[in-house]
């Protein structure tokens, strides 16, 4: 078709009928389809409490503790998620257990609740919902779950999570280690966030309030550092009263 540069629009007309493109009689003679509407519909999640990229694609935890997968991601194109009614896992332990986060090793994602901590498998679904697919939640670590709203970061050494006791990693080989025994008088206080520099193999977790609600504003006046090439730690302090938290 012939380009007309004074025009707003293209028209085709189709000449060819459905069954000549596609003969019953002779279906080696059938042209190629150019579109399928086999990609399974979207979705929307509703309230979302974290997300992590795990394998191409997102995956979020909704405010009804489930953790669902998006479809994978294409470059400049948003992303997408499955209908409420596919690929969402359900309620770990029947519901009996807060999911508080996840977060992704690369090969495994890890979901955090209140009281242990899950690994979830697998490469996942195409966006037409076939090929692999993600295993249900395995019991990984038993009795070490996340604090509701602290932090889980993946570095070069593993996951590292605040649990109610202190500072966990769990490496590679998905062994869950105790990290925190250095510097047990930080992990009393809540990490608020956390952030990665690699080119100093550190990480940086501002505190905050005491885990058990006391009040104390040492923490607010200190950064817990961890260097996961020495396995060694160190803080930070500074004067709390000309710094402010949103």
Excluded at 18 to 41: G, M, R, T, V, W
Excluded at 122 to 134: I, M, V
Excluded at 174 to 190: F, H
Aim: proline letters at 3%; hydrophobic letters at 35%; glycine letters at 10%.
């Amino acid at each position: 078709v012939a380009n007309d540069w004074d025009s707003d629009f293209v028209t085709f007309t189709d000449i060819y009928r459905d069954a000549d493109i596609f003969p019953e009689e002779n279906p080696a003679a059938a042209h190629e389809a150019l579109y399928s509407d086999l990609e399974k519909a979207n979705g929307s999640l509703g309230s979302v409490t974290d997300l992590v990229i795990h394998k191409n694609r997102i995956m979020f935890v909704t405010s009804d503790n489930r953790v669902h997968a998006s479809k994978p991601t294409v470059q400049t194109v948003g992303a997408e998620v499955y209908s409420d009614t596919e690929f969402q896992f359900g309620e770990i332990e029947g519901g009996k257990e807060s999911v508080y986060g996840i977060e992704t090793t690369g090969d495994h994602l890890l979901v955090f609740t209140s009281d242990n901590v899950y690994v979830i498998t697998g490469e996942g679904p195409d966006s037409n919902g076939g090929t692999a697919r993600f295993s249900e939640p395995r019991l990984l670590v038993k009795g070490q779950g996340s604090l509701e709203g602290t932090i889980h970061i993946n570095c070069a050494r593993g996951v590292l999570y605040q649990a109610e006791r202190g500072f966990y990693l769990i490496d590679r080989e998905l062994q869950s280690l105790y990290i925190g025994a250095p510097v047990e008088d930080l992990g009393i206080y809540r990490g608020l966030t956390s952030e990665l520099d690699d080119s100093k193999h550190e990480v940086y977790i501002p505190l905050g309030d005491r885990i058990d609600g006391s009040v104390d504003a040492v923490g607010y006046s200190t950064v817990a550092v961890y260097n996961y090439f020495f396995d060694a730690w160190t803080r930070y302090t500074f004067d709390g009263t000309y710094v402010g938290y949103n």
